[in-house]
C-alpha cells in the first residue's frame, strides 16, 4: 500500500486524489432530506450506471441531466471532494452515492426516510474490473500481477476494505423498506425489469414507454458514448483510457476469463469462510 496515494479513516483506505479529511467528515456533516435516494455500492460494482439511471428515473426520462453534466457531479459520490462544491446545485429529489460501508453513513442518514439501493456485483468480476481499473487510474498504486492483487484484495488492502465486510453491514443494516437490494447481473440481464423494480421502489411510476427509452439509454454502448458519463473529461494522468477504458466490457462472468482453478478455490474459500454463519444468502454461487 503506497502511503503518499491513500488515507486512512476509521480503518478505511481511501484514496487522496479524490478524498481528503475535509471531504469525508463533510460527508459525516452531511444532511440527509427525506426525499435523498443514495445508491451504495463497493467500487466496480456499477456505480457509475447507477449514476446514469437514477437522475433518469426520478425525472421521467428526461435526458436534460445526462447530456449536460458529469456523473460525478450529477449524483455526486458522498465522501468525495466534489459534494462540498456541487451540494447546492443538486435538484431535489437529490441522487447521491457512496462506497461508504454502513457503519461509516452520517447520522443523519439513519434519522432520516432517503432511501438506499444497495448494488451488489459477483465479486469474482469486481475483482477483474477493479484489477483494470488499477491499471488505468493513475491516482491508484499499481495492482501488480493478477495474483498479487488478488490477495491485497482478498486482504482487504484496496480501497474500501474487504468486500465482505462492505457486504456484511449493509445486508446486516436492518433498513426495512428504506432498503431496496438489487445485482449488477440482474440489470445485465433485464435492464427494463431493473428498473421496474427501481421505479417501484421510489414511487416514480414509469410508463412502459419511459422505461424503455431510460434502458436505451443507460445501456452499455450509449454510455460508452456519452461525453457525460464514460470519464473522457478527465485527464488522462488521472484516468488511462488507453491502458483500460473506464467502461471496459460491461459484462457478467469475465473473471471466467481471468482465474486459474488455484485462483478459483483459493478466492471462494477465503470468501465463504468470512461469510460463515450469516444469515443472508448470495445471490450467486462463488
Ligand atoms: P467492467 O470493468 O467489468 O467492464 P463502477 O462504476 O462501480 O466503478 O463499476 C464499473 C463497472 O461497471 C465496469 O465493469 C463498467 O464497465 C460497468 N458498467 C458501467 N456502466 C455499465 C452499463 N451501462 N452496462 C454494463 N456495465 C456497466
Known amino acids: 500500500m503506497t502511503e503518499e496515494m491513500y488515507l486512512h479513516y476509521h480503518g478505511l483506505i481511501v484514496p487522496k486524489e479524490t478524498h481528503s479529511y475535509e471531504s469525508l467528515e463533510f460527508a459525516q456533516g452531511f444532511k440527509f432530506e427525506d426525499d435523498d435516494v443514495l445508491a451504495v455500492t463497493y467500487p466496480k460494482s456499477g456505480t457509475i450506471w447507477m449514476q446514469e439511471i437514477l437522475p433518469l428515473v426520478l425525472n421521467g426520462g428526461d435526458l436534460t441531466p445526462i447530456h449536460t453534466i458529469p456523473n460525478w457531479e450529477r449524483v455526486p459520490w458522498l465522501e468525495e471532494k466534489q459534494l462540498a462544491r456541487v451540494v447546492d446545485k443538486l435538484a431535489s429529489p437529490r441522487a447521491l452515492v457512496s462506497h461508504f460501508p454502513y457503519n461509516l453513513m452520517p447520522p443523519s442518514f439513519c434519522t432520516s426516510k432517503a432511501k438506499v439501493i444497495y448494488v451488489m456485483r459477483n465479486p469474482k468480476d469486481i475483482m477483474v474490473s477493479s484489477y483494470y481499473f488499477h491499471q488505468m487510474a493513475g491516482f491508484l498504486e499499481d495492482p501488480g500481477t493478477y495474483d498479487e492483487f488478488m490477495d491485497k484484495f482478498l486482504e482487504g488492502k484496496v480501497m474500501f476494505g474487504k468486500w465482505t465486510d462492505h457486504m456484511k453491514s449493509w445486508r446486516n443494516s436492518e433498513l426495512g423498506d428504506r432498503i431496496m ?22 414511487g416514480c411510476n414509469l410508463t412502459e414507454e419511459v422505461i424503455q427509452k431510460v434502458a436505451e439509454h443507460c445501456s452499455f454502448k450509449s454510455m460508452q458514448n456519452n461525453n457525460m458519463s464514460n470519464f473522457s473529461l478527465i485527464p488522462k494522468v488521472y484516468l488511462d483510457h488507453d491502458k483500460s477504458p473506464f467502461l471496459r466490457k460491461g459484462i457478467a462472468g469475465d473473471w471466467k476469463n481471468h482465474f486459474s482453478s488455484e485462483q478459483l478455490t483459493r478466492f471462494t474459500s477465503v470468501i465463504s469462510k468470512e461469510l460463515e454463519g450469516e444469515s443472508f444468502s448470495l445471490p450467486w454461487s462463488l
Open 181 to 202: 437490494y438489487i445485482t449488477y447481473e440482474e440489470m445485465a440481464q433485464d435492464l427494463p425489469a431493473a428498473l421496474r423494480r427501481i421505479s417501484d421502489f421510489l
